[in-house]
T-cell receptor, first 111, second 113 residues
Framework: GQQVMQIPQYQHVQEGEDFTTYCNSS?????IQWYKQRPGGHPVFLIQ?????EVKKQKRLTFQFGEAKKNSSLHITATQTTDVGTYFC???????????FGSGTRLLVRP | EAGVTQSPTHLIKTRGQQVTLRCSPI?????VYWYQQALGLGLQFLLW???????NRGNFPPRFSGRQFPNYSSELNVNALELEDSALYLC????????????FGEGSRLTVL
């Protein structure tokens, strides 16, 4: 079945440092989504990427979808303490298929 | 506009018991998803309903079941509870079958003793 893996599992950075999490799917995806879950909270949608090679930016966050539509990355520039949380990617094999979440990357930021 | 609402927020059961969790999607949303999140872990896909029909099912035993009602609200039932069923059960809704963003509820925290 479809599997979505994320690395690293944890990342502990000093405030101001950059952070990147990588997402890899065992199958080609129709699209990929990214969510953020704050400690004690529920996942909140960040963005969706659909096109091969697509790059989108949200302030300090940069999202990329691989050319083969099997991998994606989220890069945060100059992390802040408000960035703390777990970042999940989620992908569908096709538009009528279930949304499978990656294992998540937990980001901790030292002030 | 009200978000996705789930009930109960917390509950404690003992092994072998049965539990029903409820979810009301955002008004106008027809798709409802259920995920299980064990403490500190990722989201495991349970069930997906759209327009009252089950669209997909995750790799969970048959004692996990659910349904979606005509008003698009949904129930998740778990029979013969086991200790490892202790988790946060998250419900999410989306506008329709092929639309992207999922809106999550706060979840139902189940503890099985």
């Amino acid at each position: 079945g479809q599997q979505v893996m994320q690395i690293p599992q944890y990342q502990h950075v000093q405030e101001g440092e950059d952070f990147t999490t990588y997402c890899n799917s065992s199958t080609t995806l129709s699209n990929i989504q990214w969510y953020k879950q704050r400690p004690g909270g529920h996942p909140v949608f960040l963005i969706q990427l659909v096109k091969s090679g697509e790059v989108k930016k949200q302030k300090r966050l940069t999202f990329q979808f691989g050319e083969a539509k099997k991998n994606s990355s989220l890069h945060i520039t100059a992390t802040q303490t408000t960035d703390v949380g777990t970042y999940f990617c989620a992908g569908r094999r096709d538009s009528s298929y279930k949304l499978i979440f990656g294992s998540g990357t937990r980001l901790l930021v030292r002030p | 506009e009200a978000g996705v609402t789930q009930s109960p927020t917390h509950l404690i059961k003992t092994r072998g018991q049965q539990v029903t969790l409820r979810c009301s999607p955002i008004s106008g949303h027809t798709s409802v998803y259920w995920y299980q999140q064990a403490l500190g872990l990722g989201l495991q896909f349970l069930l997906w309903y759209d327009e009252g029909e089950e669209r997909n099912r995750g790799n969970f035993p048959p004692r996990f079941s659910g349904r979606q009602f005509p008003n698009y609200s949904s129930e998740l039932n778990v029979n013969a509870l086991e200790l490892e069923d202790s988790a946060l059960y998250l419900c999410a809704s989306s506008v329709g079958l092929r639309t992207g963003e999922l809106f999550f509820g706060e979840g139902s925290r189940l503890t099985v003793l």
